[in-house]
């Protein structure tokens, strides 16, 4: 049988009463869980920070309108993007490094060009 106490839902009868060892057991735990929380969180910063956005737009040399839908890839890889409403591109997720993108649209001449990202 479950009841509240104190606001927790617990299955231990006597937590509110007698039974103090048991309540600062489930504290104990509740706290070691937040501990354990806040560190997987604290080192896992490092390994997420490694990674960046390449982001640019993409517009018609000659008429300066953004060109929507234009592909761009980063080569050797499986990464890219479209461009949206406005020619805007984001690719996330991109290790440091150098890297050359392609970038495509129907009708238009193939535009390469090499990125440097820290």
């Given at each position: 049988?479950?009841?509240?106490?104190?606001?927790?839902?617990?299955?231990?009868?006597?937590?509110?009463?007698?039974?103090?060892?048991?309540k600062l057991l489930f504290m104990t735990h509740k706290f070691l869980s937040l501990v354990?929380?806040?560190?997987?969180?604290?080192?896992?910063?490092?390994?997420?920070?490694?990674?960046?956005?390449?982001?640019?737009?993409i517009i018609d040399e000659i008429t300066k309108e953004p060109l929507i839908g234009a592909a761009v890839l980063i080569e050797g890889t499986t990464k890219g993007a479209s461009t949206d409403l406005d020619g805007n591109y984001e690719i996330q997720n991109v290790d440091a490094g150098t890297y050359t993108l392609r970038a495509s649209y129907v009708s238009y001449e193939t535009v390469i060009k090499k990125v440097f990202q820290l």
């Open positions: 049988m479950s009841f509240y106490c104190n606001g927790y839902a617990t299955l231990i009868t006597d937590l509110c009463g007698e039974n103090q060892n048991m354990a929380t806040l560190l997987l969180v604290l080192f896992s910063r490092p390994i997420m920070a490694q990674n960046g956005t390449i982001k640019g737009s």
